[in-house]
Every structure is written in C-alpha cells, then in structure tokens.
C-alpha cells in the first residue's frame, strides 16, 4: 500500500484490486454505499466524522478524504484495517 497525501485528501495505491469483500470489510464501522450497476462499480465509505473513502471495484486506488483534525489517527485506523483483511486472507 502506497499512499501520495495533500492536506486532507490521500490517494492510497494497492498491489491488488480493489474486490467488493475489501470493500465490505473496509467499510462495515461506516455506511457503504455501492453503485454495482456501473459499468466501473463505485463506492463510497463513510466513517462519520473521520473520513470519507470513495473509488471502484476493479481499481487499484482509491482516494480518502480526511476530516480537518487527528488525519494521521485516522490514516493509522485505515492503515489497520487493511492490514486485519489482508491477514483475515492468509
């Protein structure tokens, strides 16, 4: 997982696509929002008053908007998150 940050927006880059369980896993403290009739299946995660993360199934990256205090508290919780579903795999 590579990050590229400015102030309050991330653009988080994976060796894997983006699957719909990662989705559901990364999402499932927030409300999800997943538009599967796309073309590009989008989603969107919100965990209240922290962060918003948006991007699409298939893709490699996604883009995390960071609320205005505590960024990297919240960038660790995520960082966390990836890291309990990518060991839930093993």
């Avoid at 990050?3 to 990662?22: A, G, M, P, R, Y």
């Avoid at 699409?56 to 205090?69: E, F, M, Q, W």
Wanted: charged share 25%; with cysteine.
């Amino acid at each position: 997982m590579n990050c590229l940050q400015s102030s309050n927006l991330v653009d988080v880059l994976f060796n894997n696509e983006i699957t719909k369980n990662f989705v559901s896993f990364i999402g499932s403290d927030g409300t999800l929002e997943l538009c599967e009739e796309l073309a590009k299946p989008f989603f969107s995660i919100c965990i209240r008053k922290k962060y918003t993360i948006k991007g699409a199934l298939g893709n490699y990256k996604l883009r995390i908007y960071l609320g205005n205090d505590k960024t990297d508290d919240f960038l660790e919780e995520f960082r966390g998150k990836v890291e309990l579903f990518t060991l839930s795999l093993l």
